[in-house]
């Protein structure tokens, strides 16, 4: 019973919130990165380039024992993801489990290993949430950029079971520099597979796609079009279609966005092999990070080193420390930092009082006169060569 006299939707929450450090809230969102392969070699993708060294994926037993600690603990909100997650043989079973755990369940993918009876399965298992990605919305460029003759149909057929299926249809596309153009396109797609919600997301800069960024950044010209349409389709639309979610790249931004919500505060990721991460992107810091095959979830979320490494806000540096808008931005995002600047606890450089802004300024003006050529494909073969333009990126500064 809580202390208004009520009684509490999750008792086993409430008992490790009393056993928390004061000041730590409990995880909201839990992201569980079923596995690092896929089908598609979109060159977006912010999976890490390391694709070999992701270590030996958890079994689904142990799969079950994380999203059962992460549910004593009060995480309500599970999203299987990868990689592309429906390569997991037991995706069925987690799922199940998950809903019957008291978890509302999405499932991110590209639906490639999708077909009409494993999405019923799903949906006798309980999955509340289907979000599908495309790629662009004609099937040349779809394939091209998802490096898969296939991909586009796949995609088609799996956005209209979802709908016949019942669940909400709600559609990602990835934003660049080579689909940014055709958004008005990408809208009428949209509403005749009539999505409920569409998210167009500008490609967000973390491994791959950060290597690929000046083939990847759109000028800020094409942001500016790209908005406009957004916002004339919103107005037609006055309700009636799906709801356009338009998100802009923080590389046009003058602050940064308030990363995770901060460090440590809702998010909680769980990598193919195990390792615990207060974002996704996270594994690419000089951090040591836990493993929840050999750590408590509970441990992990409350005590380690690394989820505790950049909670609050003792560890800022000058501007971030004494400027009146740290509770609200956090300071950026820590990865990009560190990526950019060679220093994880600078500012984002995305933000305009940080001293290395220039090199945010400096990835704008090359958009300018970049071209998407020399775009690297995400596979194994391309790793060698990924690495090496990231490392060109971060060297031309």
Known sequence: MNSNGSVSANPAAD??????????????WLL??????CPLQCSYCANPINLKGGGQE????????????????????LGFSGGEPLLRKDLEVLIREARQMGYYTNLITSGMGMDTER???????????????????SEELNNRLAGSPKAFAQ????????????????????IHRDNIDQIDQIIELSMALEAD????????????????RDQLL?????????????NRYREQLNGSGPKLIFVMPDYYEERPK?????????????????????CHSARELPIAFPNVVDTSLEEIWYRSTGFNHFRGYGWMKEPCRSCDEKEKDFGGCRCQAFKLTGDAANADPVCGKSAHHGVIEAARQRADSATSEGVILRNNRNIGAARQQLHNLIARG
Request: aromatic share 10%.
């Open 58 to 77: 958890l079994s689904t037993e142990q799969w079950l024992s994380v999203l059962k600690q992460g549910r004593k603990m009060g995480a309500a909100q």
């Open 119 to 137: 999405m019923a399965g799903f949906k006798a298992a309980g999955l509340d949430h289907i979000q599908i990605s495309f790629q662009a919305s």
């Open 218 to 230: 759109p000028t800020k010209a094409q942001l500016a079009r790209a908005e406009a349409t957004t």
């Open 15 to 28: 008992k490790a919130a009393d056993t928390a450090p004061v000041g730590i809230g409990q995880p909201f």
């Open 197 to 212: 919600y569409v998210e167009l997301a500008t490609a967000q800069y973390y491994g791959w796609a950060l290597a690929n």
């Open 155 to 174: 995609k088609m057929a799996m956005a209209k079971e979802v709908k016949a299926q019942g669940y909400p249809m709600v559609l990602n596309f990835v």
């Open 258 to 278: 308030d990363c995770m919500n901060g460090w440590g505060k809702l998010f909680l990721t769980i990598t193919p092999d195990g390792t615990a991460l207060p």
């Open 32 to 37: 569980a990165e079923l596995t690092y392969s």
